[in-house]
Every structure is written in C-alpha cells, then in structure tokens.
C-alpha cells in the first residue's frame, strides 16, 4: 500500500502523520510503502531520516522513498496526505492586519472573515496542482488534506475536479474536552456528535454513552454556573452562543470568531501580530515580519524587554526525542478503515453534504461525523440544526462557492461579493480599497484576477 506524505518537511505534520503510520499494525500488516515529498530538500532528508529512525526503533518493514519530483510522489498511490502552506506567518501576518486596518473588526483571519479568503486563493493554486496529479497518476487514491482554510480548500477541490478529497481537523476533539470539563466527565464516557463546517461545528448530541440519557440539560446548568472569566480565551465565546443559540459551539473562540461580526466583544487581547505602523510597513523589503502568537497568554510576558523566544531562534527538541505515541488525527482511522476493513470513530470529516445535514446545500462541503461504506468515506447524516445555526453556516456556504467561481473565472468581481457577503464586512468603498491593497500586496503569489 503506497501512501504519500506532501509537505512532508515539515516537523509538526509529517512527524505526527510518520508516527501514526508506523504505530498502526493494520497497515503494517498490508505492507506499507511510504513516499515523503516536499520541493523543500533540506527538511524533507530530516524527516527521510526520522523515517528511517522510527522504522528501526518499531523494527517496522514499511519502505521509505523521498521525492521533490509531485508526479513521482503521487504515481500509484492509494492514499495521499497533505499539508502544505507558503510562507505561513509572513502572509498570515497580512491577512489578520489589512482587513483591521480598513475598519473590518476580524478575529484571527486564518480560515474565515476576509483575511480567510485571501488565505484560501493563495492555496488553491498548489492544492489543485496536487489534485489533478492524482487525478492523471492515480485516480482511486484517496485525498487526506490538512492544509487551511480546510473547507474552502475542499469546496475548490470538490467543485474543480475528479478527486475523492476528505478534509481533516482535530478541532473537533477541542470542542469534546471543553463538553468534558463543564460536565467533569471522562471524553471516553461521552457520546458526541457535531456537524457544521470547519472550526464553526456544534454539538447535536450529548448523552452518556452507557445510559444513553442526554447531558444537555445538564451542561446548561453547569454552564449557568460557572465562574465567567474561567478559560475565556478558550470558551468565552462559546458559552455565549450557546446560550443564544442552545447548542455547544466548536473549537475555540478566536476559530469561531471568525464567521461572527460581533466575535470581538467576547475574543479578548486579539494581539496575534503586532507592530508599530510609525516605523513603516512590516513587509516592505527588508524587513521583519511580526511576531505571530496564537492567543496573548501564551506570549512571553516573564521577560518583557527580552525578544521573544521563537524570535531567537531557539532550536526545537529532536524529532528522535519525541513520544512514540498516535495522534489523534483521524488520518490513520480511515486508511485503516478504507483499506484495511477495522472499524474506527470518526467524529469529523470534511466532505459534500449531499444530504447529511438538511437545510443545506448538497454539494456543500461541511464537517459531519463519518463511516466507510464499500470501501468509501461517506458523511453519517445528522438531525436538522436549528434556523439560527443554519442561518450562520450556510452563508458561509453562498461565501466558500462565490470565492471558487472567483479562483476558476479570474474574476475579482467574484470576489468582490464574496468578501461583501462577510458578516464583518460593513462597507463596500472601504471593502473595495481592502480588496486593491490585497491584490498588490501578494500580487506574486495570488492568481490573475480580471
């Protein structure tokens, strides 16, 4: 069985995903040939020889190739695993800055709201080239991609071409342990199910696995109770929404947030990058992208006039020093699902809806629980969500469609209307000046637009 990693440079993704491969005796069993590729050589020979380390730990018979060449990589693949960004934190700093700088009160900007959109077009480019590689060189191989914006990603691969994609996340599993912790209740005692789209799920189900007796009820008190500033930048957000909408939202709130024009209000310290606009733009040549951090409680706060850490350019931990230990990636489940015939959970999986959740279009791509069938991943169809929930995801929808018939029509005027469609986006002449700044700003990496 050939299973390809691409992306496979870098230390986070293509370690966790060599890890869970080699840990999972299913595949072992089938006989595993394992193609790393990456265009970057220096860190993809780092992780052939992580690679190789593990094989020799495990005493594991897979057999390791490494490739920068896609059409090498893909050619005979059963599956391939994708996570793949350009120059991550230099264009995200753009995409969380420029929005706000014209008034567009975003949080965060990876996967939703404008900065989300711009994210998106910068990625299809890549991910399509990968996609219709599958399409010539290995047609049945099954697609497995991380890389974000996750759900626009799939919609423009779902929509562009032949290829059987699932879009994956571990965000699900956030959501799950924060219903945990309200209901001080071990995860493996629940029985979940969330729907939606991708970092905008909730939670339609929420019962004791062993009783079957619904835990809602029950979490609306606890969450009653509960001290209000306890984890805020985790669940803030969340219990609001809760309560107005009465299902348990999923991530965290700056992922949340993004789908919200209001999010900002309950998404304290919204910091993430940081610079001072009297020394100049941080992108002009020459200079030093700001510092990215995922919410300010994780910055270095004990040594204020110290650079920060990761701007010192500390050396990690060895890739050989990491745990041994699976993931809970669902990547793993389904090849040994798909190919192996053992039965796994999988909460969240990114695919069409073509009926699984009702009140939503068919070919729409949403985040619903999934199971294989003949050898196929398909969703597991759920109960309809109430009007408000669906109100805020479908929009999301009309978005994610405008902005692929924006990328395959080069036509900014696509795009124009998906970016006017955004909740946080509340003024044409300031949303078209935004747009221009865009398009100029990463001009060498966004496709033509007409």
């Not at 071990?186 to 835990?215: C, S, V, Y």
């Not at 306890?230 to 957000?237: A, R, T, Y």
């Not at 959970?345 to 629980?369: F, H, K, T, Y």
Request: some cysteine.
């Amino acid at each position: 069985m050939k299973v390809t990693l691409i992306g496979a440079g870098s230390r986070e993704f293509a370690g966790t995903i060599i890890r869970d491969l080699l840990l999972s005796a299913p595949i072992a069993e089938k006989g595993l040939d394992l193609t790393l590729m990456d265009i970057a050589a220096a860190p993809l020979a780092e992780m052939e020889g992580y690679a190789r380390h593990l094989t020799g730990l495990l005493d594991h018979a897979a057999t390791i190739t490494t490739t920068t060449d896609l059409d090498e990589a893909v050619t005979g693949a059963d599956f391939v695993v994708t996570a793949i960004e350009v120059n991550r934190y230099h264009y995200w700093s753009q995409d969380f800055t420029v929005p706000r700088k014209y008034g567009f009160r975003q949080v965060y900007g990876e996967n939703g709201g404008p900065g989300g959109l711009f994210h998106a077009l910068r990625q299809f480019g890549p991910l399509l080239e990968i996609a219709r590689a599958i399409e010539r060189l290995a047609p049945d191989a099954l697609f497995l991609n991380f890389s974000n914006p996750e759900h626009k990603v799939c919609e423009a691969i779902t929509r562009l071409t032949s290829v059987k994609v699932v879009g994956l996340c571990h965000g699900y599993f956030q959501g799950a342990r924060q219903i945990s912790a309200l209901l001080e209740t071990p995860l493996a005692q629940l029985d979940l199910a969330a729907g939606g789209i991708n970092h905008f799920a909730w939670f339609q189900r929420i019962r004791d696995r062993k009783t079957g007796e619904d835990l809602y009820p029950r979490l609306r008190e606890l969450e009653h109770e509960a001290n209000w500033v306890s984890d805020w930048h985790e669940v803030g957000l969340s219990r609001i929404l809760f309560r107005r909408f009465g299902l348990w939202p999923s991530p965290s709130a700056n992922h949340i947030g993004e789908y919200l024009s209001w999010a900002e209000d309950y998404v304290p310290a919204q910091l993430q990058y940081f610079h001072d606009p009297a020394d100049g733009s941080p992108w002009q040549e020459g200079a030093t992208t700001p510092e990215w951090y995922y919410e300010i409680r994780f910055a270095d706060t004990d040594r204020p006039y110290q650079p920060p850490k990761h701007a010192q350019k500390t050396l990690e931990d060895t890739l050989e020093n990491r745990p041994v230990v699976s993931s809970e990636e669902l990547a793993i489940p389904i090849i040994e699902w798909v190919a192996c015939g053992v039965e796994r959970d999988l909460p969240a999986v990114n695919l069409p809806n073509r009926g699984a959740i009702p009140g939503l279009p068919d070919d729409m791509v949403v985040e619903v629980p999934g199971r294989v069938v003949d050898g196929e991943l398909v969703a597991v169809p759920l109960e309809e969500f109430p009007e408000g929930v669906l109100a805020m995801v479908r929009l999301q929808g009309s978005i994610h469609k405008l902005l692929v018939q924006a990328y395959a029509e080069q036509s900014k005027a696509k795009l124009l209307q998906a970016i006017l469609l955004d909740p946080v986006v509340d003024s044409h002449n300031r949303a078209v000046a935004m747009l221009d700044e865009f398009l100029e700003l990463q001009k060498d990496i966004l496709p033509p637009l007409h």
